[in-house]
């Protein structure tokens, strides 16, 4: 038994529809059955948010909108099934009310609360394929509620949790890769990458993985696969720990943010609870990034789009003080290296430092934690820096010289 | 407390949800609460079934194609409730499920067993308006089902029956017609209709009402009303018995259904039972219409799709005899008077006749009922006959002629 996911590029038009039928119809014969989560067609979520906006000048009701957008993966649920039962599957689809997925009633947002495992096991006794639809969820009273974007993935997880099997993740990219293939040619595609670095990559911005899907994976030793619907290619395994036989590489994967505004406050007045003042204020409204403390300087980082609510924010809470100044910079991008190799092998700060100077990059600030080493530098020199340290760390395939003999 | 039903061009695009609302937020002002149930947007239905073929080789599984279709009504549901709220009025959308529209689980065409009204009437406590989706229903066990193409007025005037207030159907057609008007130049339009007047011009063809609502409306006393969405023209009452100041008409409305074929069965042999080894044969499979026998002929018509079918059901089971001929004539029309009032009035079949005669149509044959007279006659003679019946019985509106003083 297992589960699958498929993401709206799999299932966005007939053809692809049929085409994962005859797929699914191969794979049920090898398995005891299968759970096929299923996103909405294509871009119809952005669709139905534009329509919802429409007649409601920009803000429609959440509650409303939950209720419309459910409609998107029961749409894509029912074709596959009936895909599936044209070529000889049984398979049924299941909607969030049917399987009762209980959630809670944050609308738009709102987090799984349980899944029925005993309806879902009697079905799978049943047939060989159960199609449930992704995304969404029943809150207490029967309101139907969506999980957040992308939030198949954890639906998929959980169910594969709460069954006890493993899960699959199917897209129209191959796996995860160490950076963006669409940005760095020949990027290597990871056999393996454990939890802890593809939350840490996720929340970095990669997204192949819902994070909530990983941590969910991590808290359940959920054996996740993500590869590619249409193709054979090999494809990722995100596990807890990696088979003995994987050598652990130093830096398993890079990441980069390219919208961060750099606010630097100055000459900061000697009151000790001024950085509580400050960051208590930004936490309930903005998400503050990097943040650096040096004698009487602090720096931190935020995504552009928030640079002028953070402003404000700042000099409202500082107004009592005197002598602070606020240098605020755009145009900063957040280089990232995450690894979990990197806790134990030595010297990877400084190849990483050594890699950004080879490229003449200027670093304008440094974190660190535990699996991940991220610098702040000028956007227009992140693509050099990402470069270099693809290099450095070995995350670009070598094509195999062709012997001469 | 009223019941509304809005047919799928009142919600077609978002400009007319918005201006549904907007209607809908004026007389909720006058109301103690409405119900309104909408149909799926424009052409949606239509376009869910091109897509459920085009996965399952032209034959959907009949309950997926349901689990694809009810998501339909789903949208414009909560679309209209989102307008509602936006306009500042206290609205929420309700699925089959939410209210608990029991119903069998003969998918595509289920009938309603039952339907929340308590749960209805707690939600007209705490909202002006609810919007309930059209078409769909729950059975037994959760699986969704519809109930029908035009059902919706089904599932309206049930709510109103069960809640006892009255039932309000609109749509691009401002009432009912004693003829098609895109048919007939200045046909009348009719204040009043009976029950059962409606029902035998629904069972002929006329578009206007689901003649299943008209039924539960009858059965349940239901005060029914059709009117146009977005104007304020004057609908039709459909009502059990006149007004008393309301003249009945010897003939309310007329039909016409034009692609009739004949059948001439002659020389039938004197087996007791012919006639019913020939309909019990026709009976399950094809809808047998005006039926006659004289001598040895008997005559039957039927729509000229099933043609085929029901001519070699007929040689099949008339096998064992032997001298009979079947006759098959094509491009027939049926044209039907229908009039609660033909049962009082004298002389309503000699005017039906003399009118046909007037316009040298030709009968080829005749049926009656209590509240309906039929002729059938050559397809091409249909639309002078209807206009000589139109003029006798008094269906076209005179224009009021300018005083010349």
């Known amino acids: 038994m297992i589960v699958h996911k498929y993401g709206g590029s799999s299932v966005a038009a007939p053809e692809k529809i049929r085409a994962l039928a005859d797929i699914l119809k191969k794979k049920a014969q090898d398995d005891d059955g299968i759970v096929v989560i299923v ?7 952005d669709s139905l948010i534009a329509l919802a906006k429409e007649v409601s ?17 029961q749409v894509s649920a029912a074709l596959l099934a009936m895909a599936l039962k044209s070529a000889g599957v049984e398979a049924i689809s299941r909607n969030a009310n049917q399987l009762q997925v209980a959630s809670t009633d944050f609308y738009g947002d709102a987090r799984i609360r349980d899944i029925n495992a005993a ?21 207490d009273g029967g309101d139907m509620t969506t999980l957040g974007r992308g939030s198949s993935d954890t639906l998929a997880v959980a169910i594969a949790a709460k069954l006890g099997v493993d899960c699959e993740i199917y ?35 990669a997204k192949v993985l819902h994070s909530r899907a990983v941590e969910v994976a991590k808290r359940y030793n959920v054996k996740l696969y993500c590869g590619s619907t249409f193709s054979d290619e090999r494809g990722t395994y995100v596990v807890a720990q990696l088979p003995e ?29 001024i950085l509580s003042i400050l960051f208590e ?8 990034d990097m943040i650096a403390m040096a004698g009487d300087d602090v720096t931190f980082t935020a ?34 290296a995450v690894g979990v190799g990197m806790n134990t092998a030595t010297g990877v700060a400084g190849r990483f430092f050594s890699a950004l100077r080879a490229e003449n990059v200027g670093v304008l ?19 050099r820096a990402v470069m270099g340290l693809a290099n450095e760390f070995g995350l670009i395939e070598r094509k195999d010289r062709v012997s001469e003999s």
């Open 39 to 45: 996103s909405a067609m294509g871009k119809t979520t």
């Open 57 to 73: 000048d920009g803000s429609p009701d959440p509650r409303e909108l939950d209720m419309l957008l459910v409609t998107g993966e």
């Open 119 to 139: 309806r879902l096991l009697s079905d799978l006794e049943k047939h060989s394929v159960v199609v449930v639809t992704g995304f969404q969820g029943v809150a």
């Open 171 to 205: 897209s129209d990219v191959a796996g995860v890769y160490a950076f963006d293939p669409n940005k760095i040619d020949g990027v290597r595609k990871l056999d393996y990458i454990q939890y802890d670095e593809m939350l840490e990559l996720a929340a970095l911005g």
């Open 245 to 273: 036989w994987v050598e652990q590489p130093a830096v398993t994967g890079l990441a980069v943010d390219r919208n961060q505004t750099k606010f630097a406050l100055k000459k900061l007045p000697h009151a000790e609870d």
């Open 281 to 288: 204020a930004l936490a309930g409204t903005a998400n503050v």
């Open 303 to 336: 995504r552009e789009a928030e640079k002028d609510r953070i402003a404000s924010l700042v000099e409202e809470r500082l107004k009592p003080y005197t002598g602070w100044e606020m240098e605020i910079s755009d145009g900063v991008a957040k280089v990232s």
């Open 365 to 383: 600030g440094v974190s660190t934690s535990e699996i991940n080493i991220s610098a702040l530098l000028r956007a227009d020199q992140a693509d």
